[in-house]
């Protein structure tokens, strides 16, 4: 079983950053992919970034392109989402999530991940 934290979330203005960090136990990570996703009320759970861990591939949603870094902690297990120039329209949940058995080319899916964090909250104001 693998247990997924995140952190890093709060208030901040627009075109302020924040580091968000998913902390992962109960596996060593040698393989698979992590993810970012995000979600408002009313609305379904929305990609944003996703790492390969062995290779360290990444891939962003197009919203965040250009503002929002998905990188590997040198701790174990690690993973965080710098997000720069942040917008009223980022605010959201953030979830980290965790898969062993997806293709790369499924990390924009959510139900393609096996594991998940409990979420933490990003207030962008304008």
């Known amino acids: 079983q693998v247990q997924l934290v995140e952190s890093g979330g709060g208030l901040v203005q627009t075109g302020g950053s924040l580091r968000l960090s998913c902390a992962a136990s109960g596996r060593t990570f040698s393989s698979g992919i992590m993810g970012w996703f995000r979600q408002t009320p009313g609305k379904e759970r929305e990609f944003v970034a996703a790492i390969n861990w062995t290779a360290g591939g990444t891939n962003y949603a197009d919203p965040v392109k250009g503002r929002f870094t998905i990188s590997r902690g040198n701790a174990k297990n690690t993973v965080y989402l710098q997000m720069n120039s942040l917008k009223p329209e980022d605010t959201a949940v953030y979830y980290c999530?965790?898969?062993?058995?997806?293709?790369?080319?499924?990390?924009?899916?959510?139900?393609?991940?096996?594991?998940w964090g409990q979420g933490t909250q990003v207030t962008v104001s304008s």
């Open positions: 999530a965790a898969g062993f058995r997806l293709l790369w080319s499924n990390s924009r899916y959510p139900p393609s991940y096996d594991y």
